[in-house]
């Protein structure tokens, strides 16, 4: 499996597949081909058909500055390898040097057609990590007595922790910036910011529980809105999934005095939670609907804050599987191809869905029937035989229907 580096990215919302995918692949094309004085993009599947909501034109040309640029769409033609297609064409005076077929495959990496899929990212070698399942990697922890964070210090070196830290200051920045503005997000929905107004409200109903809620849910709301509004965010493991990992460690934190390097075994925990989800299924909505987003996200959250309460190697497999196992199904239907609803509602959802998965955890581990890799091959099949209408297109679900709705 590859680094943590490759999963917990910075960089600007709205989507990690859609926006820094695309931002990415251009970037390697004026490196690749430094005399090109033009470039053009062509767009397919779920790009094209979603590409205005999620800013894939404005990433592409901005990114391509000076050069001149121009980006078509075609929602037609299939996309046989991956629903996340595009092909970029480098010209000079006019005439063609080269083009380029590529996958943004979700979490902002992208792969070369006929190239090895780790060969632009900087951090993707696949022999970082040498278990590939989470029943391997907790046999190996078992038998060297180390827990999960551990077993990602014994191969990515203590220096990982370093890296950690500076995510888990991005995560709290970006939760600070969101809970301190108001306002309507960019977009023609004209989607009301509400992070600010779930915080200022905590302590309107005194029970712990609803403190809780609301405070959690202000947190997820807080980055959701930041990642909407093209803000600065961390993929856990999506720009579309990157309030519900914060959020959850955030509340922790402040409620139960855990420590930044605390935060920082859990972050690695749950890193080691998407990392097998993205080698063995998928985190693109395109590819595999929201499970893979959203229910991505949740079990990592759910696993991070197990090893956050030192929980076992048992507890932690469940936590993330049972966070998982009630995501299965969920479909990706955003409204107008803007990552705002149901997005954002989600990873709230989501957020609290991964302590209750943490609660369960707690006391029937030892009753579970379902291995974690068995719900990771579940979620992957799931996601392939959901209609294409229900993988980030906005063709099905709320985004017709609230269309139908409009007229």
């Known amino acids: 499996m590859h680094s943590l580096k490759e999963l917990y990215k910075t960089g600007t919302g709205p989507s990690s597949s859609h926006t820094m995918g695309p931002e990415r692949a251009v970037k390697i094309m004026r490196a690749l081909f430094p005399q090109a004085d033009e470039l053009k993009a062509t767009l397919y599947g779920s790009l094209a058909l979603t590409g205005d909501g999620h800013g894939t034109d404005n990433v592409i040309i901005k990114t391509a500055k000076p050069l001149k640029c121009s980006v078509e769409h075609d929602g037609e033609t299939p996309c046989p390898v991956h629903p996340n297609t595009m092909v970029i064409a480098a010209y000079c005076g006019g005439k063609l040097l080269a083009e380029r077929k590529i ?143 914060p959020s959850v460690l955030k509340y922790m934190q402040d409620e139960r005095g855990f420590s930044d390097v605390q935060i920082t075994h859990a972050l690695a925990a749950g890193g080691i939670i998407g990392n097998l989800i993205k080698k063995n299924a998928s985190i693109s909505g395109a590819e595999c609907g929201c499970q893979a987003e959203i229910g991505s996200a949740c079990s990592m959250a759910a696993a991070a804050l197990a090893e956050l309460f030192e929980m076992g190697l048992d507890q932690i497999e469940y936590a993330a599987e049972v966070a998982m196992e009630h995501h299965l199904g969920l479909t990706c239907d955003p409204i107008a191809g803007l990552v705002q609803i149901p997005c954002i509602e989600r990873n709230a959802v989501a957020a609290m869905r991964a302590i209750n998965a943490l609660s369960l955890a707690n006391f029937l581990a030892d009753t579970r029937k379902i291995r974690f890799d068995v719900v990771v091959k579940t979620m992957y099949n799931t996601g392939k035989d959901l209609l294409n209408s229900y993988r980030e297109t906005s063709s099905g679900g709320l985004a017709k229907y609230y269309e139908l709705n409009k007229k």
């Not at 902002?108 to 040498?130: I, L, M, R, T």
């Not at 999960?148 to 830290?165: N, Q, S, T």
């Not at 910011?193 to 849910?217: F, G």
């Open 103 to 245: 996958y943004s495959v979700g979490g902002g990496s992208v792969v070369f057609d006929g190239e090895p899929a780790d060969k632009y990212e900087k951090y993707a070698d696949d022999s970082v990590y040498p278990h590939n399942s989470f029943a391997e990697i907790a046999d190996y922890c078992r038998n060297n007595n180390l827990r999960l964070w551990e077993y990602v210090e014994k191969f990515e070196g203590a220096e990982i922790f370093d890296f950690l830290a500076d995510i888990w200051v991005r995560m709290k920045e970006t939760i600070h910036e969101g809970l301190t503005v108001d306002g309507v997000l960019p977009g023609i929905l004209g989607t009301q910011r509400r992070a600010q107004k779930l915080y200022n409200q905590r302590h309107i109903d005194e029970s712990k529980q609803t403190r809780e809620n609301r405070l959690v849910c202000s947190y997820a709301f807080a980055t959701s809105e930041q990642n909407a509004a093209g803000g600065v965010i961390v993929t856990a493991p999506t720009c579309g999934a990157c309030g519900v990992v």
